[in-house]
């Protein structure tokens, strides 16, 4: 599986849109890019994924480039309780392992 | 109602003994899995079950051994415990295949 870079860490103000960057140059065609997030002392939740389209669900939306080696994970209006550290991940579909990185502490402020 | 629960969610113990973690969905999920988060908080896959069958089997020693007596439930059994076991071990469970995975609490293991 492909492997993936973010910055380690990020602040956003609060009610203003959240934009994290992921680079995933060397992505195959059949890899897809999935987001995940973990809030202190939780367990990880699944935010969105998507393979080519851009995606949105309740959470947060997936633009993904046309040459598929990067993606931004947008959080439309940042709250407090985003705060958290979010993971970019890309796997075959079918592959049932995911390989996870350092990810991005994003910090959402007053 | 809880989606994915783990027990305990802390447990200290001494080196050399041996442990269980449990693991319960009521998902209805086919796939279940164990993961290890260490102190640097890098999350690693180690084992994942579907249907009663191991299909995933990551270089982990064989002191660490997955038990499933039904889809949902997958139990991790530690034995002989060492200090380096220490860490958060989180269960997870999603559909075969599925790309969404649901995280249970996590167990925080001390070893002393």
């Known amino acids: 599986d492909a492997k993936t870079t973010q910055p380690p860490s990020m602040d956003c103000a609060e009610g203003r849109a959240a934009n994290l960057p992921c680079n995933h140059s060397?992505?195959?065609?059949?890899?897809?890019v999935y987001w995940y997030r973990q809030i202190h002392s939780q367990g990880p939740q699944y935010i969105i994924h998507g393979l080519k389209n851009n995606e949105t669900n309740e959470m947060a939306s997936l633009i993904i480039t046309e040459d598929r080696k990067s993606s931004t994970l947008i959080l439309p209006h940042a709250t407090l309780r985003d705060t958290a550290v979010y993971y970019c991940i890309v796997r075959v579909h079918s592959n049932y392992q995911l390989i996870w990185g350092a990810g991005t502490k994003l910090i959402i402020k007053p | 109602d809880t989606a994915v629960s783990q027990t305990p969610k802390y447990l200290v113990t001494q080196m050399g003994n041996d442990k269980s973690i449990k693991c319960e969905q009521n998902l209805g999920h086919d796939t279940m899995y164990w993961y290890k988060q260490d102190s640097k908080k890098f999350l690693k896959i180690m084992f994942s079950y579907n249907n009663k069958e191991l299909i995933i089997n990551e270089t982990v020693p064989n002191r660490f051994s997955p038990k499933s007596p039904d889809k949902a439930h997958l139990n991790l059994h530690i034995n002989s415990l060492e200090l380096g076991d220490s860490a958060v071990y989180f269960c997870?469970?999603?559909?075969?295949?599925?790309?969404?995975?649901?995280f249970g609490p996590g167990t925080r293991l001390t070893v002393t």
């Open positions: 060397t992505i195959s065609g059949n890899e897809y």
């Open positions: 997870a469970s999603s559909q075969e295949g599925g790309a969404e995975q649901y």
